[in-house]
């Protein structure tokens, strides 16, 4: 029995991994098409426009932040495990600034060759999440406050998810016009992330039901 707990930790910890490093392949992707990112992703991407920081830089100090806020809201049920998301959104922002200079090669001029590359990252956007939430270790920051609003207002977490990445745009257009006085950083690519990064997820749940079991368990 010891050895099979070992086995399926060493496993979920690998797969949240994969989602991270897939999760942040999409999010370099979506910088470099210039369409704008996943909606968890727009503020960082715009403070990397209007700061000399990186987008990876900034996802880490925004991430972190949210973070904070999540102490603010649970309260004392605030504990451990919600302190070492801080981890994964150490690896996570380092990995999408990595993935910026592999992809440095790609310069896409054409706006069909942008929207291509968009559609991709989400792809690959939904992949990420798909193993990051199955792998049921370590959320992510912006999973994490959706959760602990959802747990501090009784409602339930989808509702919450929704909600947090409404906010969070509408975070980064306001950044974007009192910092430029135009709308950068949040474009169509964040609008096709937001419809469609769900229902790619429920895709691939609904027709490889016997590989979400594996991931799960």
Same mark, same amino acid.
């Given at each position: &029995?010891?050895h099979?707990?070992?086995?399926?930790?060493?496993?979920?910890?690998?797969?949240?991994?994969v989602?991270?490093?897939?999760m942040?392949?999409?999010?370099?992707?979506?910088? =470099?098409?210039?369409?704008?990112?996943?909606?968890?992703?727009?503020?960082?991407?715009?403070?990397?426009?209007? !700061?000399?920081?990186?987008?990876?830089?900034?996802?880490?100090? @925004? &991430?972190?932040?949210?973070?904070?806020?999540?102490?603010?809201?649970l309260?004392?049920?605030?504990?451990?495990?919600?302190?070492?998301?801080?981890?994964?959104?150490?690896? @996570?922002?380092?990995?999408?600034?990595?993935?910026?200079? =592999?992809?440095?090669?790609?310069?896409?001029?054409?706006?069909?060759?942008?929207?291509?590359? !968009?559609?991709?990252?989400?792809?690959?956007?939904?992949?990420?999440? @798909?193993?990051?939430?199955?792998?049921?270790?370590?959320? &992510?920051a912006?999973?994490?406050?959706?959760?602990?609003?959802?747990?501090r207002?009784?409602?339930?977490?989808?509702?919450?998810?929704?909600r947090?990445? =409404?906010?969070?745009?509408?975070?980064?257009?306001?950044l974007?016009?009192? @910092?430029?006085?135009?709308?950068?950083?949040v474009?169509?690519?964040?609008?096709?992330?937001?419809?469609?990064?769900?229902?790619?997820?429920?895709?691939?749940?609904?027709?490889?039901?016997?590989?979400?079991?594996?991931?799960?368990n």
């Amino acid at each position: &029995m010891k050895h099979k707990n070992s086995y399926f930790y060493i496993k979920h910890y690998f797969l949240l991994f994969v989602g991270i490093i897939i999760m942040a392949m999409s999010v370099a992707l979506a910088k =470099i098409a210039t369409l704008g990112t996943s909606p968890i992703s727009s503020v960082p991407n715009v403070l990397s426009i209007i !700061t000399p920081l990186t987008i990876g830089q900034t996802t880490i100090i @925004f &991430m972190t932040l949210v973070i904070v806020l999540e102490a603010v809201v649970l309260g004392k049920n605030f504990n451990r495990k919600n302190v070492v998301q801080i981890v994964p959104t150490i690896v @996570f922002g380092e990995l999408i600034d990595l993935f910026i200079q =592999i992809f440095g090669f790609i310069d896409p001029h054409a706006y069909w060759v942008k929207l291509c590359l !968009t559609i991709i990252s989400i792809g690959c956007l939904a992949i990420g999440v @798909f193993f990051e939430v199955n792998s049921r270790t370590i959320m &992510m920051a912006g999973e994490g406050i959706a959760a602990a609003f959802a747990f501090r207002l009784r409602q339930p977490f989808a509702k919450m998810k929704v909600r947090a990445d =409404i906010t969070m745009v509408v975070m980064a257009v306001i950044l974007s016009v009192i @910092f430029t006085q135009s709308l950068v950083g949040v474009r169509e690519g964040t609008i096709l992330s937001a419809i469609f990064t769900g229902r790619i997820i429920g895709l691939i749940e609904d027709h490889m039901p016997a590989f979400t079991k594996w991931v799960q368990n």
